[in-house]
């Protein structure tokens, strides 16, 4: 079935340092790749998503990769603040398709280290 | 817009007992989606509603239900409730461009 991977699990990095969090999805008609961001007591908030027909995509400190050949996606941070910490989760789904649902991974707990 | 509403935001049920929890999506969105998040197990997908019908399911047992009402708001029903059904319901709706928007959720807690 459909399955998506997220690596790591944890992640600790020094403020001010790159965070990288990665995801491999399974089902390879997906074509919407989104990243959330959940912060202790809060709700899942989109913090960047990405096309299919997108390589990669900036917004700020935050980027994302694709590579649908490898059926891999990442999330990239950089200069991590103390308010970075939070768990990601990504995502991956059909766009438009009434066929597929939304399939999340298992999170990342990322804490920033002052 | 008014963001995506939950009610209750909590709730304290025995074990047997029955439990339906609501969902306001954002004005205009027509798909509402039911996730469970407990702290081992991530986001777990329970199904999608959109116009009234359901669209999609997860893998969960015939005790967890839903429905949409034609004003797009959704409810969920947990029948028979057990202990581990203790977890963080978020539900999320969506528009046209499919970016969920999330709810703040209604604790469960099962004793």
């Known amino acids: 079935g459909e399955n998506v991977e997220q690596h790591p699990s944890t992640l600790s990095v020094q403020e001010g340092d790159s965070a990288v969090i990665k995801c491999t999805y399974s089902?390879?008609?997906?074509?919407?790749f989104p990243w959330y961001k959940q912060e202790l007591g809060k709700r899942p908030q989109l913090i960047i998503d990405i096309r299919s027909n997108v390589g990669e995509k900036k917004d700020q400190r935050i980027a994302v990769t694709l590579n649908k050949t490898a059926k891999h996606f990442s999330l990239h941070i950089t200069e991590t603040q103390p308010e970075d910490s939070a768990v990601y989760f990504c995502a991956a789904s059909r766009r438009r398709s009434s066929a597929s649902k939304i399939i999340f991974g298992s999170g990342t707990r990322l804490s920033i280290r002052p | 817009k008014a963001g995506v509403t939950q009610t209750p935001r909590y709730l304290i049920k025995t074990r047997g007992q029955q439990v339906t929890l609501s969902c306001s999506p954002i004005?205009?969105?027509?798909?509402v989606s039911w996730y469970q998040q407990t702290p081992g197990q991530g986001l777990q997908f329970l199904f999608e509603y959109f116009s009234e019908t359901q669209r999609n399911k997860g893998n969960f047992p015939g005790r967890f239900s839903g429905r949409q009402f034609s004003n797009s708001r959704s409810e969920m029903n947990v029948s028979t409730l057990e202990l581990g059904d203790s977890a963080l319901y978020l539900c999320?709706?969506?528009?046209?461009?499919?970016?969920?928007?999330f709810g703040p959720g209604t604790r469960l807690t099962v004793l």
């Open positions: 004005s205009g969105h027509r798909s």
């Open positions: 089902d390879s008609a997906s074509n919407y």
């Open positions: 999320a709706s969506s528009g046209t461009l499919d970016t969920q928007y």
